[in-house]
Every structure is written in C-alpha cells, then in structure tokens.
C-alpha cells in the first residue's frame, strides 16, 4: 500500500508541475532563454472581450457571384458556337443573369438546342420569341444551380479570409458563417483595424488583358462609348515629387487572358534599379504554359495587369515569357506591397463582400474586464476557501490545496493547448470553483456518516471515497455532455464558456478525487491517525 501511495503521489506531482510549468509564461513575461529553449513558453490567449481587438459581420454579395458565372458561361456559350458554327447575333447579358442570342432561322435553333442540351446542363429557356424570322432566346442558370453558386460563394468567402487571415498573423481569430450569406468576423489583438478591412475585404480578382491599340483612347473617352470587344480602365501614377496620384486612363480588350486562378504563389521583391517593392507572381503549370503561349502571341503588344478593376501596369512584352513568372509592379509602399501578395496567395473572393457592422473593442475595457474577471475569481476562491476550513476544518484544508491545484491545471490546460480565455471563460472557471469543492462535500458528508457508524479512520475514508465515487461522475458526466454540446453548437462567447467548463470538470474530478486521497491515505498509513478532522 505505501508503494501505491508513493506512485499515485508521484503522478499527482508531475501534473502539477507539467500545469505550473505551462502556466508560469502568462503569469511573467521575464523567462531565463533556457526555459525559452527548452520549456513550455506559449502564454494564454485572452479573447476579443479581454484583449480588445476588431469585431465585423460581413455580407457576401451572392448576387454578384452568379452573375459572375452567367457572364462567364455567356464568354464560353459564345466560343462554343462560333466553333461549332452555329451563326447567331447579339449575344449579351441583361438584367444581371439573363443571357439573350437572335438565331436566324428554326434550323439553326434546333442545332443550338443540341448544343445547349449537351454542353450547358445548367442553362435553360427562361423564354423565347419569333420576330421577323428570327428567335430570341433568353436563358437563365436552373434555380438550384444558382442555390449551389450562393452557398459555394459564402464558403469560398469563409475559407480565403480565414487565408488571409491567417497569413496576416492574427492569433486565434473566430471567423464562422452566420446565416446564409453573412460571415461574422473577430480579430483579437488587432493593432490597425483599416488595414485589416481592407485586407479582408478586398476581391483580389487579377486579370491580364491586353490593350486594345487598334482604337482611339481620346474617342473612347470623349463619346464615353468603348468599342464593341473593350472596355475602359484606369490606373494611378504617383508624381514623386510631390507624392500626389493621378489617374491615368486605358482602353482594353474585355477579354481576359488569364487570371488569378493560376497563380501558386506570390511574394515581396524589391526592385534591384529602383529599390522599389514589388510582387512577383509565379503560376502553376497550367498557367506557366498559358502565360508562356499568350506572351509569345502578343510580343510587341501591352499585357494589362489589372486587379480588381484597377491597371496597376501594362507594360510591351518584348518576347515570349517561359517559366511561369511575372511581376506586378506599382507605387507600393511596403506594407500594400505585403498585403497584395497575401490576398493574391489567398485567392480572390467570389463575390464583393459589404460590411454590415463594425466594433472596435479597446484594449483598456479588455483590460477593465480581465481585472474585474480575476478579481471574482479570487473573491470567489478565498470564500469557498475560508466555508471549507470553517466548517469541514483540517480536511476541509485538504480540499483548498485541491481547489487551488485545479484552477493552476485549468490554467496551464488552456496555455497547453492555445485555447482562448473570454469573459464567459472566466465564469466557467468561477462556476468549476464551486462544483470542484462539491465533489469534496459529498465525499467528507459520506465520512462523516461512516464515522458516525463507528467505523475506523481508514475505513470510513474508503467508504466515504467508494459510496461518493459513483454520484460525482454521474454529476460531472451529465455536466460535461452538456458542455461539449454548448461547444458545439455554440459561438464565440458560449464556445468560451463552454472550453473552461469541460477542462475545468476534468482537472476537479483529478484533485477532488485522486489528489485529496492520496493525502488522507499518506496520513491514515504513513502517520497512523487515529481521528480524522472534520
């Protein structure tokens, strides 16, 4: 038996000291680089409403997201059929997401069916008419497709911001849907919230096209009608004298080249001439084969690179560009320069995303929370404290070193596994201070009913232990599963209460149950009491 003890002792030692060990970094932020290099030094993330940081719901533009794919199946209808040779006019997009064609004649109507049918499963007739021999179709994307590009776009838009995020260096960030088409955002610890919106909230959508030299720019600009096949873009120039930007017009081919899709990665360069920065872009394979045939179609001709609408260069391709690498220069200061290549590495959203509501929490009402979070803690521990000795007296003292053992393990669990403590956290743990002493009240009431029995020291604390044992885990199962349930279904502050509630039911049923009977098994074996105090 005293082998037992000795080793049941030895494991409630190490977890104590492997809790200490990962808790000591957030108690001081001054630690020797040994324990650095070798020792546990994650501290404890605190959550937006300590911390202070940035809060946002943002509201996807589904919309614009199928009309997105109607323009671009409205692209590929049009090469299709010219391939096919199947003649038509006027094919075009009206009221957002309806595609409208003339055909000439029934036969060519029946061969567009046929194509229509085998190539466009998505597409059907909203309507057609007969006018002058000729068929006007309108078509639009089958309702549940437009059902399946919403959803797709809301958590495409989840899963490039949470990219962008995560690459903007963050620490545990709650980005999670909400609604269909609404995506609710919290920064803690967010140090330049302008920065931040317009990293997360930028479309990132890079084309490159070229520009159309066959027309007149000054034409274009002064009837405000771009020829058929181009449109009208502008870029910035920034005079460095002065440091003010000018906008600079440019008539470009509509037709996009090639896009963001390809690329695989992007990254901060700084000019060897200039000293300037810059993005260089490298493409996948596919889109290294693609840049290297459109570079060696169009030498001598100026490829645009236009990012969300906006001509950032179009420079002449003096030849044929093999490898897979191009660049994106501009007036960048650095920080736009880091931000670009993030958005790039992560993808353009599928559709514009609209803020609906902004807080900026400040860190020093973070601070007023977490002060007045600890000091209910500590209120709250020294009461039940002070309840135990007073009324269960040198074993109720047994159950305080257990209860303080508990909130240093629930500590150090959260530092361990990088949880975030919120408001709602602090009164989990507040709320486990009661229900971890509750385990020890149940037990010393069944010692003190053996006692009253009769019974011997050592057996009323084994019976006391053994006829407790079985209500205390019913209790804290039941308690538990209802915990991981609020974690489950629950958001941001709820998951907070709810990770303090679960790791604080296991430490207290560790020290309510096992440490505090180690220390009366040492005293009944070791030092052969013949009274126990309570």
Excluded at 137 to 157: C, D, G, M, P, R
Excluded at 431 to 453: H, K, Q, S
Aim: proline share 4%; charged share 25%; glycine share 8%.
């Amino acid at each position: 038996m005293s082998k037992n003890i000795k080793m049941r002792g030895i494991v409630a030692i190490t977890v104590a000291l492997i809790g200490l060990f990962y808790l000591i970094p957030s108690i001081t932020g001054h630690l020797p680089s040994l324990w650095e290099k070798y020792l546990p030094h994650d501290k404890i993330h605190l959550g937006l409403d300590l911390r202070g940081g940035m809060h946002l719901v943002l509201e996807v533009e589904t919309d614009k997201a199928v009309e997105s794919v109607v323009e671009r199946t409205s692209n590929t209808l049009k090469d299709l059929l010219m391939e096919n040779r199947i003649h038509f006019r006027k094919l075009d997009r009206i009221n957002g997401c309806v595609i409208t064609l003339e055909l000439p004649d029934r036969e060519t109507s029946n061969r567009f069916e046929e194509v229509l049918k085998d190539s466009f499963p998505n597409l059907e007739r909203q309507r057609s008419e007969w006018i002058d021999g000729r068929e006007k179709v309108y078509l639009t994307i089958k309702n549940k497709q437009v059902e399946a590009i919403k959803k797709f776009a809301v958590e495409q838009s989840l899963e490039t911001i949470r990219n962008r995020v995560d690459q903007f260096g963050v620490s545990e960030p709650e980005i999670i849907p909400q609604g269909n088409d609404r995506i609710l955002i919290q920064l803690p610890g967010i140090k330049d919230p302008k920065r931040a919106i317009n990293l997360i909230g930028q479309t990132a959508l890079l084309e490159f096209k070229l520009v159309d030299e066959e027309h007149s720019l000054d034409e274009a600009l002064k009837s405000h009608m771009p020829p058929v096949g181009s449109i009208i873009a502008y870029g910035y120039r920034k005079n460095e004298t002065t440091g003010e930007r000018s906008k600079i017009p440019y008539l470009l081919k509509a037709k996009t080249l090639l896009t963001g899709d390809s690329l695989e990665d992007a990254k901060v360069r700084i000019s060897n001439r200039f000293g300037e920065p810059y993005v260089a872009l490298k493409f996948n394979s596919q889109g290294a084969r693609d840049f290297d045939r459109i570079t060696g179609e169009n030498v001598k001709k100026r490829l645009a690179i236009v990012l969300d609408g906006i001509v950032h260069s179009a420079p002449v391709i003096q030849e044929r560009i093999s490898g897979g690498n191009a660049q994106i220069t501009g007036t960048f200061s650095m920080e736009e320069a880091r931000d670009l290549a993030i958005v790039l590495r992560a993808g353009a959203l599928p559709a514009p995303v609209r803020i609906l509501e902004q807080r900026t929490v400040g860190p020093s009402l973070g601070q007023d929370s977490i002060d007045k979070g600890f000091l209910s803690i500590i209120a709250g521990g020294i009461l039940v404290i002070l309840f135990m000795i007073l009324y269960y007296r040198y074993s109720g003292l047994i159950a305080n070193i257990a209860l303080i053992l508990n909130i240093i393990l629930i500590l150090g669990t959260l530092a361990a596994f990088r949880a975030t403590l919120t408001l709602p956290g602090i009164a989990g743990i507040v709320l486990t201070i009661g229900m971890a002493v509750d385990a020890n009240v149940l037990i010393f009431e069944r010692i003190r009913e053996e006692l009253r029995l009769g019974k011997s020291p050592r057996a009323a604390i084994a019976g006391g232990y053994s006829k407790a044992f079985i209500t205390i885990v019913d209790a804290n199962i039941t308690t538990l599963i209802a915990a991981i349930v609020l974690f489950q279904f629950g958001t941001g502050p709820v998951k907070g209460f709810a990770v303090t509630l679960t790791i604080g039911i296991i430490c207290s049923m560790f020290t309510a149950i096992f440490v505090t009977r180690i220390i009366f098994d040492h005293y009944i074996w070791h030092k052969k009491i013949e009274m126990i105090s309570i």
